[in-house]
């Protein structure tokens, strides 16, 4: 007999192993219904012993009771493709993943996505490749907006920081409930 394998199981097996480094708020706009999404962008990583590793960006949006909109979103967000960012990350992207958390596990009113990106080197980048490569490459392509990256205190500073780009504070409700929870339990995560 063979044994059943169980992907909720194989799916938080796998998210033991990262560590989250980062957070930021985001606004999804549907200007065409007038809608405008607020949520968070988690990062983690992990990283090989050879220096290589990934980026996972979740991301968690509050649809609240508009259901017709998940469907929606989850379109704009898998128009984040590999062949989409070559573009803007060139060779440094060796290969991108999608993992639909929302179809895994039931969440209500919101709408967990979540992609990993893998680079040949990730170990001290990954400030620069986020805030240099990912978050612009998202912008640009899914017209999604990002408020400041807030790195957790274990996040070592690196010299490879690119500066932010410009963007829109919304949906900074449950960034500031994020952001409070980790200073009350880590310190302020204020870099």
Known sequence: MSDVLDLKQVVLDLKADERMIAFTGLTVPFPESDVELAGVLKVAACTRVDGGGYLTLTFVVDIGENEGIRARLVERLGALAEDALKPYTGVELE???????????????????????????????????????????????????????????????????????????????????LRGWFDSHHGSSEK
């Open 95 to 177: 290969m991108m993943v999608a993992a639909p958390l929302s179809s895994l596990v039931p969440v209500g009113q919101w709408c967990l996505e979540e992609y990993s990106f893998y680079f040949r080197k990730l170990r001290g980048r990954e400030r620069r490749l986020l805030q240099g490569l990912l978050l612009p490459a998202i912008r640009s392509l899914l017209g999604i907006s990002f408020q400041s990256t807030e790195w957790m205190p274990e996040t070592p500073p690196h010299a490879e920081i690119a500066p932010e780009v410009p963007h829109r504070h919304s949906g900074a409700s449950l960034a500031a409930a």
